[in-house]
């Protein structure tokens, strides 16, 4: 019995620290864009490395030779 006179205590005290947290993100911004990560994660980050496309010219039937 007496060891819930120590448990009580320290679960509100852990409670309360959890809902500063949560607070403390809500303020900082943490859950302001919740769509952001999930269309992020589909966006395609090595453009680099994909060779650029040459633009056609009018007039020309062959775009891959040199003038």
């Given at each position: 019995?007496?060891?819930?006179?120590?448990?009580?205590?320290?679960?509100?005290?852990?409670?309360?620290?959890?809902?500063?947290?949560?607070?403390?993100?809500?303020?900082?911004?943490?859950?302001?864009?919740?769509e952001g990560?999930g269309q992020?994660?589909?966006?395609?980050?090595?453009?680099?490395?994909?060779?650029?496309?040459?633009?056609?010219?009018?007039?020309?039937?062959?775009?891959?030779t040199d003038?």
């Amino acid at each position: 019995m007496e060891v819930i006179y120590t448990l009580i205590p320290g679960m509100i005290f852990l409670g309360l620290m959890i809902v500063a947290v949560l607070i403390w993100a809500v303020r900082k911004g943490q859950y302001d864009d919740l769509e952001g990560d999930g269309q992020r994660i589909l966006m395609d980050d090595d453009d680099e490395f994909v060779p650029a496309r040459k633009q056609k010219r009018p007039g020309k039937n062959f775009p891959d030779t040199d003038d």
